[in-house]
């Protein structure tokens, strides 16, 4: 998903400074998902489907409403249901939506090897360029919420990119649009942070959710996809949400102490062939005993 | 709905019962989470499954299907019992306190006075008021124009000490014994939902949302009765954020019922003729109700005006052929001599009586009861006309499973499949459960050789009418002269019927009070102006005011809400009248004060000597509070029926918890009664009914999913992505005795036929413990059948759910019992 209009504020594997980047103040944007008020009813599974051109897909029964596992290269917005027993006995059907989370760091791009595969917009939005994708896989292992999903076709890997293209025109995700109850809601990250304190706040004082609170873990900086969960101390229980996403060790070793170990070896070994060079000077290739007498 | 949808985010509190908002109406759910988010309103499901709507509801109680009228009987008593009652409005506004006639018996043991067993039929002379002063002597059938009352409800005749020792009997304990729900778990909800009476408080509303899953019982009717007589005791009818409100299953299900698309009634809600009515004054003098009430009371009586909608609805029909002379063509129209209800049609086809069907928008062999006597009967007719989008079942019934080639070529029903136009490719109006007529465009045209409706049907009726006009017949008449002055005979516009069904001014019409005309020819402004003299005609009297001379008032959209409740007057346009919620003087009290401030919708205005509000009061405008009119204009006492007189329902006038028609459980209230007494068996040879000797002990309900519109979405591919294949819900419990696996496949069996679809093992539906017996309820979803995407490529099970319901209904609204019936579960 190329976005020319978009100002840049990360890129992966790239040298240097992003262009553009500190040239302008941006606004973060942010998608709040109240899983208090969600119904289920999949229209924003439809709507991401239909707004980004994917078609039918085959499906099996799952023993739930739920009909995959996971979110597809095609499928980036899906609903987990989860029946949940409370210490009371009493049922709760928890039903998350699920996509990229947009990390304020993100791990898919910090993992991604690749030149421009992986940008930041200056809003927040985390968007796979495919035409730069070398299709390596790394920034699954980089992602915590298991979202980036590889193409078998085109070799290329895809994922939500927050409807990066109506955002720049001043529209509201698809999967916003067509939320039924409200329970979505798009906005600057600042605004929703708040709007989901508030209803947080309402849960804990009227609705007797002790725990409920606002899901925008630290361990990535902050997400561009935020919760409001009736027990944010158990994260898990709503499909896998992970209670302290970070970005793997491996990643940060590889990108981060490893990268600069491999730097030093590389700038050591042209300082040791210099220093060869200038003590020694070049290699003599010495003549061929019989070599020379070739017809 | 007595509301709207928007109204719901009004609410204070909301009891969701037989329906399941979430999943089947999502969008107007909306409403019900702004009340949650704005109001800190509470909601309270009370389902045999946990559903989506429950998954955000405060408080879920799990009751068994069919046990509603216990619930609410139960909930009756404790607000009785714990003075959470709304005493002004009750005593002003109910007939809580008249007295109702000696000799009417309660049903101690299932029976209401005035039962004959022969006939399954009740005598209903003792369902009455009693007669005061001297009209007590000369008391004809029918309802007492003076009647006995006590203001201070103590009389033991009263209504109100009727209602309390009718509901003594529900008490926590046979509330659990009968619906499974557990005495504290039940005590909560009762103390939860009537404690916006807490302190006499009148400030607080609650609201009532049901579907469905209340209609389609053996006693549908009477649990949607309970629901109206809880909210009357409470005060809640006629106020923002309170009501009883049905939410309607489809887009126009309430524009269908109210334009007559049921068999007992005209448009409009009118009551059809029968035989005994030789002439339209008989006819009008048995429909139109005469006034009933306490002396010192007023009552508007609104259906007075019968013979003005009747009389203006036939010179619609027949244009210049009705007139005074010939009782306006009375005696063209169709007089119902017995029921023809869905049922008995295809009962009536089963047996060979009917020869023909016209399946217009519907699918009928899917949509049941006992798929496979639809089946059945379709073979025996002698054509079928099917309109559809798709190829639907009913069109293939020939085609359904288990029927061989051999038996193939042995059907003699001649099937024509007509392709019509989908709802986003015509124009016209539907009208949504809140009562809002919305005109909508085309969005696109109907594709290759698909038709509009209205001109396949303009087409036929002008066809018929040729060859009645060529050959004559037995009675010609009301076909011939049927007023079709459309532009285009052949396809008549959708706004010209609209206009009709508006109504016009046949000649100039005056108001006597105001001496303001309508010209011949022009539209009326509403129906205030509609006339028994024949200078008027109007196809539907509600609907009347929703196409005047100013204009199309159902495609206005405005988005004005100038009180902030919701009213919306500048949306479309909510019959009648525009007025949003039905019986609105009742949200103020007796003085014209509204109850709460803080939601004002109308009231007295002591300058003007008018009432007055945001929204269209449903009243007489320039009746005082000092005279005492009832709020509830449109029955014969003025004020909400809590004791439901004469004829007003066929089983009893107060509600009575009856076993579904198959239960697994006797009645804990009497034994001897078990169901419904005046509920009959239908007689066929397909008309099997099961019990528990024979093995069916697992109760099953039918539902709907949100993924999917009834038959139809199983031909879109992004709703079967979402729901590939049938399921039957069941508890972890029964999967696990019956060693079945989620996924696993199933079979269930009822009395009729069997069904097999994969298991969906759930925690949401738990194991039930009625009256000390061990019960299992099943949910099974309707959508699948033979015909679909996955059906044609063989992945689904090819049969349809309903083949499994019973063809068994409820003896006032005909609905057949789509929830709770019994089935044996089986590993497939």
Known sequence: ?295 | MTNGYVDIKNTDMMLIMGGNPAENHPCGFKWAIEAKRNRNAKMIVVDPRFTRTAATSDLFLQIRAGADIAFLGGVIRYAIENNRIAKDYLANYTNAAFIVKDGFKLPDDGLYSGFDAATQTYDKSTWNYEAAGPSAAAAKPGLPPNVNSDLTLQHPRCVFQLLKTQYSRYTPEMVERITGIAKDRFLKAADLFTSIRKDGDMKKVATIMYAVGWTQHTFGTQIIRTAAMLQLLLGNVGRAGGGVNALRGHSNIQGATDMGGVFDIWPGYLKVPTPADTSLKAYLERTTPTVSKPANWESFNYWSNTPRFAVSLLKAMYGDAANKENDFAFHYMPKVDRNYSWTQLWDQMYRGSVKGLFAFGMNGVAIGPDSQKNIEALKKADWLVVGEIYPDETSEFWNSPGITKAEMKEIKTTVYRLACAGFAEKDGSMTNSARWLQWKNIAVPPPGQARLDQDIVAQIFLKVRELYAKEGGKFPDPITHVTWAYSDPQHPSLAEVAKEINGKALGDVTDPKTQQVIKAGQQLPGFAWLRDDGTTSCGNWIYSGSWTEAGSQIARRGTEDPSGLGVYPNWAWSWPANRRVLYNRASCDPEGKPWDPTRKQIWWNEKTQLWTGVDVPDFKPDSPPKDHMGPFIMTAEGVGRIFAPLAAFADGPFPEHYEPFESPVGNALHPAQANNPVVKKLSTPADKYGTTGEGFNVICTTYRLTEHYHYWTKNNPMNVQLIPEPFIEMPVELADELGIRGGELVKITSARSYYIAKAFVTKRIKPMNIDGKKVYQIGLPIHQGFRGIQEDEGKNARTLANRLSPTVVDPNAYTPEFKGFLVKVEKA
Not at chain 1, 170 to 185: D, R, V
Not at chain 1, 251 to 272: D, E, Q
Not at chain 1, 275 to 288: I, N, T
Request: charged share 20%; aromatic share 10%.
């Open chain 1, 1 to 295: 998903m190329s976005q020319a209009t978009l100002n840049i504020r990360r890129i992966s594997g790239h040298a240097g400074t992003a262009p553009g980047a500190g040239v302008e103040r941006e606004e973060q944007v942010c998608k709040l998902v109240d899983t208090t008020t969600c119904i289920g009813c999949k229209a924003c599974e439809v709507a991401c489907l239909e707004w980004n051109g994917y078609s039918f897909r085959d499906t099996v029964f799952q023993n739930s409403y739920q009909t995959m596992p996971e979110t597809a290269w095609n499928y980036w917005n899906l609903i987990k249901f989860n029946e949940h027993e409370r210490e009371d006995g009493s049922m709760m059907l928890l039903m998350r939506k699920d996509q990229c989370m947009h990390c304020a760091e993100p791990g898919c791009l910090e993992a991604c090897p690749a030149d421009g595969a992986i940008v930041q917009y200056m809003n927040g939005i985390v968007d796979f360029q495919q035409d730069h994708c070398i299709g390596c896989g790394y920034c699954v292992s980089g992602c915590p919420f298991n979202i980036p999903k590889f193409n078998q076709h085109t070799k290329k890997m895809f994922k939500c990119t927050l409807c990066a293209d109506r955002v720049t025109e001043g529209l509201e995700p698809a999967c916003i649009k067509s939320c039924p109850t409200g329970c979505l809601h798009f906005g600057t990250k600042d605004d929703m942070k708040e709007l989901a304190e508030t209803r947080a706040r309402q849960l804990r004082d009227h609705y007797g959710f002790d725990k409920a609170g606002v899901y925008d873990p630290a361990g990535v900086g902050g997400t561009g996809v935020i919760y409001v969960l009736h027990d944010v101390t158990n994260p898990e229980a709503y499909g896998g949400l992970p209670s302290n996403p970070r970005i793997p060790w491996v990643v940060k070793f590889w990108k981060g102490p490893l990268k600069w170990i491999g730097n030093l070896a590389m700038i050591g070994g042209v300082i040791g062939v210099t220093l060869h060079y200038l003590r020694f000077g070049p290699k003599q290739v010495a003549p061929e005993k019989n070599g020379a007498e070739r017809p």
